[in-house]
């Protein structure tokens, strides 16, 4: 993450850590724009993307695959 934050063509890219681990100050601290802990529902995954894009003021769509729209509901 280190290389994409330092690279000028790519920083603005934001990244999302999502893993098992809680260690969300050391994935901020690396340039992460959010960090979820597994497990978690894949709409809070979307919620925080779309924050992410609306508060940039950019304009988006996400895709999620079915499997885990299906899931979703559960």
Request: charged residues 25%.
């Given at each position: ?57 950019k304009q988006g ?14």
């Amino acid at each position: 993450m280190r290389e994409l934050k330092g690279s000028a063509d790519l920083n603005e890219i934001p990244v999302f850590v999502s893993t098992a681990l809680d260690e969300r100050e050391k994935g901020i601290s690396l340039g992460a724009k959010d960090y979820l802990v597994k497990p978690y529902k894949p709409s809070q995954l979307s919620k925080v993307i779309m924050y992410t894009l609306l508060s940039n003021g950019k304009q988006g769509h996400i895709l999620v695959p079915q499997a885990f729209h299906e899931e979703s509901k559960c």
